[in-house]
Protein backbone atom coordinates (compact mmCIF):
# COMPACT_ATOMS: atom_id res chain seq x y z
CA UNK A 1 0.00 0.00 0.00
CA UNK A 2 1.38 3.18 -0.97
CA UNK A 3 0.65 5.98 1.12
CA UNK A 4 1.59 9.97 1.37
CA UNK A 5 1.74 12.13 4.63
CA UNK A 6 1.59 15.21 4.34
CA UNK A 7 3.34 16.50 7.50
CA UNK A 8 4.62 13.06 9.57
CA UNK A 9 7.14 13.98 12.22
CA UNK A 10 5.08 15.67 14.98
CA UNK A 11 4.14 14.45 18.13
CA UNK A 12 1.39 11.74 17.28
CA UNK A 13 2.55 11.17 13.60
CA UNK A 14 5.69 10.03 14.85
CA UNK A 15 4.64 7.01 16.63
CA UNK A 16 2.27 6.44 13.14
CA UNK A 17 5.03 6.50 10.81
CA UNK A 18 7.14 3.83 12.15
CA UNK A 19 3.92 1.32 12.52
CA UNK A 20 2.93 1.71 9.26
CA UNK A 21 6.45 1.09 7.72
CA UNK A 22 7.05 -1.75 10.37
CA UNK A 23 3.28 -3.00 8.73
CA UNK A 24 4.61 -2.99 4.98
CA UNK A 25 3.48 0.53 4.03
CA UNK A 26 5.21 2.33 1.32
CA UNK A 27 5.74 5.85 3.24
CA UNK A 28 6.56 9.26 1.67
CA UNK A 29 6.34 11.94 3.80
CA UNK A 30 5.94 16.07 2.71
CA UNK A 31 8.28 17.80 5.09
CA UNK A 32 10.36 20.91 4.58
CA UNK A 33 13.52 18.99 5.53
CA UNK A 34 13.00 20.01 9.69
CA UNK A 35 11.04 19.31 12.22
CA UNK A 36 10.98 20.42 15.91
CA UNK A 37 9.45 17.32 17.07
CA UNK A 38 10.56 14.38 14.89
CA UNK A 39 12.38 13.37 12.28
CA UNK A 40 11.89 11.36 8.98
CA UNK A 41 12.02 7.40 10.37
CA UNK A 42 14.16 4.50 8.87
CA UNK A 43 12.13 3.04 5.62
CA UNK A 44 10.16 6.01 4.96
CA UNK A 45 10.92 8.65 1.77
CA UNK A 46 10.29 12.23 1.60
CA UNK A 47 9.19 15.03 -0.68
CA UNK A 48 11.21 18.01 0.67
CA UNK A 49 8.58 20.58 -0.25
CA UNK A 50 6.19 23.28 1.68
CA UNK A 51 2.64 21.18 1.93
CA UNK A 52 1.41 25.27 2.53
CA UNK A 53 2.63 26.29 -0.90
CA UNK A 54 -0.35 24.57 -3.23
CA UNK A 55 1.76 25.01 -6.56
CA UNK A 56 5.07 23.69 -5.09
CA UNK A 57 3.33 20.71 -3.64
CA UNK A 58 0.71 20.32 -6.80
CA UNK A 59 3.83 19.74 -8.71
CA UNK A 60 6.35 17.36 -6.64
CA UNK A 61 3.02 15.29 -5.81
CA UNK A 62 2.46 14.95 -9.82
CA UNK A 63 5.93 14.44 -10.17
CA UNK A 64 5.77 11.40 -7.83
CA UNK A 65 3.01 10.21 -9.10
CA UNK A 66 4.02 9.93 -12.70
CA UNK A 67 7.55 8.04 -11.35
CA UNK A 68 6.07 6.01 -9.00
CA UNK A 69 2.07 5.61 -9.64
CA UNK A 70 -1.11 6.75 -7.13
CA UNK A 71 -1.43 6.83 -3.78
CA UNK A 72 -3.62 4.52 -2.15
CA UNK A 73 -4.10 6.82 0.89
CA UNK A 74 -3.14 10.51 1.91
CA UNK A 75 -3.26 11.57 5.35
CA UNK A 76 -3.46 15.28 6.03
CA UNK A 77 -1.58 15.79 9.35
CA UNK A 78 -1.31 20.09 9.32
CA UNK A 79 -4.34 21.32 7.41
CA UNK A 80 -6.30 23.89 10.32
CA UNK A 81 -8.39 25.86 7.42
CA UNK A 82 -10.75 26.28 4.25
CA UNK A 83 -8.76 27.59 2.46
CA UNK A 84 -5.81 24.92 2.67
CA UNK A 85 -8.51 22.18 2.05
CA UNK A 86 -9.61 23.60 -0.99
CA UNK A 87 -6.00 23.55 -2.39
CA UNK A 88 -5.25 20.02 -1.26
CA UNK A 89 -9.16 19.13 -2.80
CA UNK A 90 -7.41 20.08 -6.12
CA UNK A 91 -4.43 18.74 -5.39
CA UNK A 92 -4.97 14.98 -4.73
CA UNK A 93 -8.59 14.75 -7.05
CA UNK A 94 -7.80 11.80 -8.88
CA UNK A 95 -4.48 10.80 -7.71
CA UNK A 96 -5.82 8.67 -4.47
CA UNK A 97 -8.28 6.25 -2.98
CA UNK A 98 -8.45 8.32 0.17
CA UNK A 99 -7.99 11.27 1.54
CA UNK A 100 -7.44 11.40 5.38
CA UNK A 101 -8.18 14.52 6.98
CA UNK A 102 -6.75 14.67 10.53
CA UNK A 103 -9.51 17.12 12.67
CA UNK A 104 -9.87 17.75 16.01
CA UNK A 105 -12.40 15.75 18.42
CA UNK A 106 -12.22 19.56 20.27
CA UNK A 107 -14.60 20.48 17.10
CA UNK A 108 -17.92 18.13 18.99
CA UNK A 109 -20.14 20.01 20.85
CA UNK A 110 -18.81 21.94 23.45
CA UNK A 111 -19.57 22.04 26.56
CA UNK A 112 -21.44 18.46 25.72
CA UNK A 113 -25.08 17.60 26.10
CA UNK A 114 -24.30 14.01 26.85
CA UNK A 115 -20.49 13.15 28.76
CA UNK A 116 -20.16 10.08 26.15
CA UNK A 117 -19.16 11.18 22.91
CA UNK A 118 -20.47 9.23 19.83
CA UNK A 119 -19.72 10.27 16.05
CA UNK A 120 -23.68 10.17 14.96
CA UNK A 121 -24.77 11.69 18.04
CA UNK A 122 -22.30 13.92 19.00
CA UNK A 123 -22.56 17.38 16.84
CA UNK A 124 -20.01 19.49 15.79
CA UNK A 125 -20.25 22.97 17.65
CA UNK A 126 -17.55 24.42 19.65
CA UNK A 127 -18.58 28.93 20.34
CA UNK A 128 -15.29 28.89 22.47
CA UNK A 129 -12.76 28.13 19.73
CA UNK A 130 -11.87 28.83 16.48
CA UNK A 131 -9.96 26.63 15.84
CA UNK A 132 -12.36 23.65 16.47
CA UNK A 133 -14.71 25.50 14.54
CA UNK A 134 -11.88 25.59 10.89
CA UNK A 135 -11.90 21.59 11.58
CA UNK A 136 -15.41 21.42 11.34
CA UNK A 137 -15.75 23.78 8.47
CA UNK A 138 -12.78 21.68 6.47
CA UNK A 139 -15.14 18.82 7.72
CA UNK A 140 -17.70 20.21 6.05
CA UNK A 141 -16.47 20.86 3.00
CA UNK A 142 -14.81 17.43 2.97
CA UNK A 143 -18.03 16.32 3.06
CA UNK A 144 -19.03 17.95 -0.04
CA UNK A 145 -16.45 17.53 -2.03
CA UNK A 146 -16.84 13.68 -1.13
CA UNK A 147 -20.71 14.41 -2.61
CA UNK A 148 -19.69 15.23 -6.02
CA UNK A 149 -16.88 12.46 -6.35
CA UNK A 150 -14.24 14.92 -6.07
CA UNK A 151 -12.68 13.24 -3.44
CA UNK A 152 -13.01 10.03 -1.17
CA UNK A 153 -12.47 10.90 1.69
CA UNK A 154 -12.11 9.49 5.53
CA UNK A 155 -12.31 12.26 8.55
CA UNK A 156 -10.06 11.46 11.97
CA UNK A 157 -10.61 13.22 15.21
CA UNK A 158 -7.83 13.12 18.16
CA UNK A 159 -8.89 14.09 21.37
CA UNK A 160 -5.64 15.05 23.42
CA UNK A 161 -2.69 12.54 22.52
CA UNK A 162 0.56 12.46 24.00
CA UNK A 163 3.90 11.20 23.39
CA UNK A 164 7.08 10.49 24.83
CA UNK A 165 8.46 14.30 24.30
CA UNK A 166 5.29 15.66 25.96
CA UNK A 167 4.40 16.77 30.25
CA UNK A 168 0.39 16.61 29.93
CA UNK A 169 -0.70 19.48 32.54
CA UNK A 170 -3.40 21.06 32.35
CA UNK A 171 -2.02 24.74 31.92
CA UNK A 172 1.19 23.82 30.18
CA UNK A 173 3.60 25.27 27.63
CA UNK A 174 3.35 23.86 24.17
CA UNK A 175 6.11 24.85 22.75
CA UNK A 176 8.24 24.28 26.13
CA UNK A 177 6.52 21.27 27.74
CA UNK A 178 9.48 20.91 30.65
CA UNK A 179 8.32 24.40 31.96
CA UNK A 180 5.92 23.16 34.03
CA UNK A 181 8.05 20.20 35.39
CA UNK A 182 10.72 22.89 36.28
CA UNK A 183 8.50 24.70 38.30
CA UNK A 184 7.14 21.71 39.98
CA UNK A 185 10.84 20.41 40.78
CA UNK A 186 11.58 23.78 42.03
CA UNK A 187 8.86 24.20 44.43
CA UNK A 188 6.93 27.09 42.56
CA UNK A 189 3.49 27.05 42.17
CA UNK A 190 1.34 25.72 39.36
CA UNK A 191 -2.25 26.60 38.15
CA UNK A 192 -4.97 24.06 37.68
CA UNK A 193 -8.18 24.81 35.79
CA UNK A 194 -11.54 24.61 38.22
CA UNK A 195 -11.20 22.28 40.79
CA UNK A 196 -9.31 19.70 38.81
CA UNK A 197 -12.42 16.94 38.96
CA UNK A 198 -13.84 16.72 35.38
CA UNK A 199 -13.16 13.88 33.44
CA UNK A 200 -10.44 14.04 30.70
CA UNK A 201 -9.81 11.21 27.96
CA UNK A 202 -5.53 11.36 27.21
CA UNK A 203 -4.53 8.97 24.43
CA UNK A 204 -0.82 7.83 24.02
CA UNK A 205 0.42 8.29 20.31
CA UNK A 206 1.38 4.85 20.04
CA UNK A 207 -1.88 3.66 20.91
CA UNK A 208 -3.60 6.46 18.11
CA UNK A 209 -0.81 4.52 15.65
CA UNK A 210 -2.80 1.74 15.75
CA UNK A 211 -6.28 3.25 15.03
CA UNK A 212 -5.44 5.51 12.32
CA UNK A 213 -3.11 2.65 10.71
CA UNK A 214 -5.95 0.05 10.39
CA UNK A 215 -8.20 2.88 8.89
CA UNK A 216 -5.73 3.33 5.86
CA UNK A 217 -7.12 1.73 2.85
CA UNK A 218 -9.92 0.28 4.28
CA UNK A 219 -12.96 0.50 2.27
CA UNK A 220 -15.40 0.50 5.21
CA UNK A 221 -13.84 3.96 6.04
CA UNK A 222 -14.16 6.11 2.88
CA UNK A 223 -17.18 8.69 3.89
CA UNK A 224 -17.05 8.43 7.67
CA UNK A 225 -15.50 10.24 10.97
CA UNK A 226 -13.89 8.08 13.48
CA UNK A 227 -12.21 9.72 16.69
CA UNK A 228 -9.26 7.40 17.96
CA UNK A 229 -9.03 7.50 21.70
CA UNK A 230 -8.18 5.31 24.38
CA UNK A 231 -9.58 4.22 27.54
CA UNK A 232 -7.63 6.05 30.19
CA UNK A 233 -9.99 8.29 31.76
CA UNK A 234 -8.69 10.39 34.49
CA UNK A 235 -9.79 13.73 36.14
CA UNK A 236 -7.41 16.31 36.08
CA UNK A 237 -5.85 16.14 39.30
CA UNK A 238 -5.19 12.02 39.15
CA UNK A 239 -3.38 13.31 35.72
CA UNK A 240 -1.58 15.62 37.59
CA UNK A 241 -0.49 13.58 40.33
CA UNK A 242 1.14 10.95 38.41
CA UNK A 243 2.93 13.49 36.40
CA UNK A 244 4.48 14.99 40.31
CA UNK A 245 4.80 11.23 41.22
CA UNK A 246 7.25 10.82 38.01
CA UNK A 247 8.96 13.91 38.72
CA UNK A 248 9.59 12.09 42.44
CA UNK A 249 7.34 14.56 44.16
CA UNK A 250 4.97 13.56 46.71
CA UNK A 251 0.94 14.05 46.09
CA UNK A 252 1.16 16.10 49.38
CA UNK A 253 4.15 18.41 47.78
CA UNK A 254 1.88 19.04 44.72
CA UNK A 255 -1.06 19.79 46.15
CA UNK A 256 0.60 22.46 48.71
CA UNK A 257 1.99 23.58 45.15
CA UNK A 258 -1.32 23.92 43.16
CA UNK A 259 -3.51 27.45 42.62
CA UNK A 260 -7.02 26.23 41.78
CA UNK A 261 -8.80 28.68 39.63
CA UNK A 262 -11.94 28.74 38.02
CA UNK A 263 -12.27 28.90 34.27
CA UNK A 264 -13.88 31.82 33.85
CA UNK A 265 -11.61 33.50 35.82
CA UNK A 266 -8.75 32.49 34.20
CA UNK A 267 -10.29 33.67 30.70
CA UNK A 268 -10.85 37.07 32.19
CA UNK A 269 -6.73 37.37 32.84
CA UNK A 270 -6.02 36.14 29.23
CA UNK A 271 -8.56 35.41 27.11
CA UNK A 272 -6.25 34.44 23.99
CA UNK A 273 -4.19 32.38 26.44
CA UNK A 274 -7.26 30.41 28.24
CA UNK A 275 -10.76 30.59 26.10
CA UNK A 276 -10.24 28.17 23.16
CA UNK A 277 -7.27 25.47 25.01
CA UNK A 278 -9.86 25.56 28.80
CA UNK A 279 -13.60 26.86 27.85
CA UNK A 280 -13.32 24.85 24.10
CA UNK A 281 -11.53 22.05 25.50
CA UNK A 282 -9.96 20.74 28.72
CA UNK A 283 -12.68 22.52 31.28
CA UNK A 284 -15.42 20.21 29.46
CA UNK A 285 -15.69 16.16 30.49
CA UNK A 286 -14.30 14.27 27.22
CA UNK A 287 -15.23 10.37 27.05
CA UNK A 288 -15.79 8.83 24.46
CA UNK A 289 -17.23 5.40 22.57
CA UNK A 290 -15.04 4.20 20.12
CA UNK A 291 -17.22 1.25 19.20
CA UNK A 292 -17.47 2.44 16.06
CA UNK A 293 -13.75 2.49 15.27
CA UNK A 294 -13.44 -0.96 16.61
CA UNK A 295 -16.00 -2.58 14.34
CA UNK A 296 -13.37 -2.07 11.90
CA UNK A 297 -10.19 -2.47 13.90
CA UNK A 298 -10.21 -4.70 15.92
CA UNK A 299 -6.87 -4.84 17.37
CA UNK A 300 -6.96 -1.19 18.65
CA UNK A 301 -7.38 -1.14 22.56
CA UNK A 302 -5.57 1.05 25.20
CA UNK A 303 -1.79 -0.56 25.84
CA UNK A 304 -0.07 2.28 27.19
CA UNK A 305 -1.57 3.95 30.13
CA UNK A 306 -0.47 7.37 31.59
CA UNK A 307 0.79 6.43 34.85
CA UNK A 308 2.83 4.68 33.37
CA UNK A 309 4.06 6.51 30.21
CA UNK A 310 4.69 9.61 31.62
CA UNK A 311 7.71 7.92 33.38
CA UNK A 312 8.96 7.44 29.95
CA UNK A 313 8.40 11.02 29.18
CA UNK A 314 10.75 12.62 32.23
CA UNK A 315 13.14 9.91 31.45
CA UNK A 316 12.91 11.50 27.80
CA UNK A 317 13.35 14.43 29.17
CA UNK A 318 16.22 13.93 31.37
CA UNK A 319 18.48 11.93 28.97
CA UNK A 320 19.15 15.38 27.12
CA UNK A 321 19.25 18.21 29.09
CA UNK A 322 18.56 20.67 25.57
CA UNK A 323 15.10 19.01 26.09
CA UNK A 324 14.37 20.90 29.31
CA UNK A 325 14.04 24.23 27.69
CA UNK A 326 11.49 26.64 30.09
CA UNK A 327 8.94 29.26 27.95
CA UNK A 328 10.36 31.95 30.22
CA UNK A 329 7.19 34.45 28.75
CA UNK A 330 4.76 31.71 30.27
CA UNK A 331 6.76 31.58 33.07
CA UNK A 332 6.18 35.11 33.90
CA UNK A 333 2.50 35.09 32.67
CA UNK A 334 1.61 32.25 35.16
CA UNK A 335 3.12 33.99 37.88
CA UNK A 336 1.68 37.73 37.34
CA UNK A 337 -1.99 35.16 37.11
CA UNK A 338 -1.13 33.64 40.67
CA UNK A 339 0.14 36.54 42.56
CA UNK A 340 -2.97 38.40 41.46
CA UNK A 341 -5.55 35.48 41.99
CA UNK A 342 -3.80 34.99 45.76
CA UNK A 343 -4.08 38.39 46.26
CA UNK A 344 -7.92 38.94 44.96
CA UNK A 345 -8.86 35.96 47.22
CA UNK A 346 -7.09 37.19 50.57
CA UNK A 347 -8.71 40.70 49.52
CA UNK A 348 -12.31 38.93 49.57
CA UNK A 349 -11.72 36.75 52.57
CA UNK A 350 -10.32 39.53 54.65
CA UNK A 351 -13.41 41.66 53.66
CA UNK A 352 -15.55 39.33 55.42
CA UNK A 353 -14.19 37.94 58.26
CA UNK A 354 -12.19 41.10 59.32
CA UNK A 355 -8.72 40.02 58.81
CA UNK A 356 -9.46 37.07 61.44
CA UNK A 357 -8.54 34.55 59.16
Known amino acids: MRVLFLGGTGLISSAVSPLAIERGVDLTLVTRGRSARGSVPDGARSL????????????????????????????????????HLRE???????????????????????PPSHYVVTEAGTPLSNPFWQYSRDKAACEALLREAGSRGDL????????????????????ASW???WTVAERLRTGRPVLVHGDGTSLWTITDHRDFAV???????????????????????????????????????????????????????????????????????????AVFDTSKLRAIVPDFATRHHFADAIHESVAWFEADPARRSVDHE????????IHAYRGAIDRAVDSVTGGGS
Open 152 to 171: PFTIVRPSHTYGYSDIVFGI
Open 88 to 110: DIETFSGLTDQYVFISSASAYET
Open 175 to 177: THP
Open 330 to 337: ADARWDRI
Open 211 to 285: GLVGLLGEPRAIGEDFHITGDDVLTWNQIHGHVAEALGLSRDALEAQTVRVPTDVLVRFDRDEFEGPLMGDKANP
Open 48 to 83: IVDARDPQALRAAVREDVAERGRYDAVVQWICFDTD
